[in-house]
């Protein structure tokens, strides 16, 4: 994910504290920073009122993350071929969500990439796999390379080199439990940042959104679109931020699950959902679809998309019809 520059300054946000009523933390979760900027319903609650935010995402990461042994996850990735292993039925759901996913995408979207992963070596220093290499792996990916049995909620791996990486949905699926705990908890407004992905809860005021800016593909510090945010969710997706470099080639980490290879730095796609799961699956599905076809896409499904695209040393920005509706003119201009 690209990131999404802070909102903070936009609403004077003050840089040695909160503003009067409003409550901020932040913890390391996920591989990554998760920031919630609050309004409490009463301000003398502190800051307990966050808590079970955080705290849902501590468990999700817990059943979800595939840096650490014990996530059921990882349990199921590293299980013996043909052997169904039970999952918790939160984590079954989900993943059955992002199987529908995976379905309404074309495959454009697909969590079960590990062998890919693994074959262009990019939790490591990268590599470029050899043709036979790189089929193996493509026969090894895919979640038909899994055998899933709804009325059990288990799950059982058909390939020794298949694993399913959930790093483009986790971000997604624990800001929705964000959301969740912050309305249970009877906040009135909030965002929250976890790692580029945005999520809103209310508008900056009754009468404005939260006024997200979009970064340049390629240079994060330079804002080239903003877009209004209430009540919603905001993912960018793009080859920017995350890469290694395999001799004159730069490898990023989004890799098209058709082809099996990483997908070109063509430029970002941002993508506006009320679900923060599905803005998370969307911007990746769409970015490995291009602007082109993934506009069509969008359009067709009604996504709120925008598509950044360099072309020829310039940036064109396409947006979906219902993207259009979202975008504001830049709230900086005329400040001093």
């Known amino acids: ?15 040695a504290g909160p503003l009067p009523g409003w409550l901020e933390r932040e ?10 900027v609050a309004e ?19 468990r999700l990461e817990a059943s979800l993350s595939t840096w650490r042994e014990d996530s059921d996850l990882a349990l199921l990735n590293r299980s013996p071929v043909g052997h ?3 999952i ?12 529908r996913w995976t379905e309404r995408t074309g495959g454009a979207f697909d969590p079960a990439v590990g062998a890919l992963v693994d074959a262009w070596d990019l939790r ?3 590599r470029h796999p050899s043709p036979e290499a790189l089929e193996r792996a493509r026969r090894a990916s895919g979640l038909t390379r899994f055998a899933w049995d709804d009325p059990t909620a ?10 399913l990486d959930s790093g483009g949905f986790g971000k997604g699926a624990a800001l929705r439990l964000v959301r969740d705990a912050l309305r249970a908890a009877g906040i009135p407004r909030a965002f929250a940042d976890f790692g580029g992905q945005w999520l809103a809860i209310g508008g900056r005021s009754d009468e404005n959104p939260w006024p997200v800016a979009v970064a340049h593909p390629a240079r994060r510090d330079k804002a080239v679109a903003w877009v209004g945010l209430r009540d919603a969710s905001i993912a960018t997706s793009g080859q920017s931020e995350r890469s290694v470099r395999v001799g004159d080639t730069r490898l990023g980490h989004i890799l098209d699950p058709r082809t099996g290879r990483p997908v070109s730095a063509w430029g970002s796609v941002t993508v506006l959902a009320q679900d923060p799961l599905a803005a998370d699956v969307l911007a990746t599905a769409l970015f490995v679809l291009g602007p082109a076809e993934g506009l069509r896409w969008a359009e067709a499904n009604d996504v709120a998309a925008l598509f950044l695209v360099a072309r020829d040393g310039r940036l064109e920005r396409r947006a979906s019809r219902l993207m259009r509706g979202h975008l504001l003119d830049d709230p900086t201009s005329g400040k001093e």
């Open 27 to 36: 913890a390391f979760l996920m591989g990554t920073t998760l920031r919630i």
């Open 154 to 163: 288990t799950v059982a791996r058909r390939e020794a080199e298949a694993w």
């Open 40 to 58: 409490l319903p009463d301000s003398a609650s502190g800051a307990p009122t966050l808590e079970p935010a955080f705290d849902s995402v501590r």
């Open 84 to 86: 169904p292993r039970a």
């Open 1 to 15: 994910m690209l990131l999404l520059q802070t909102v903070a300054a936009l609403i004077s946000y003050p840089p």
């Open 124 to 126: 490591g220093t990268g």
């Open 88 to 99: 918790p039925p939160a984590v079954y759901h989900l993943l059955g969500e992002v199987r």
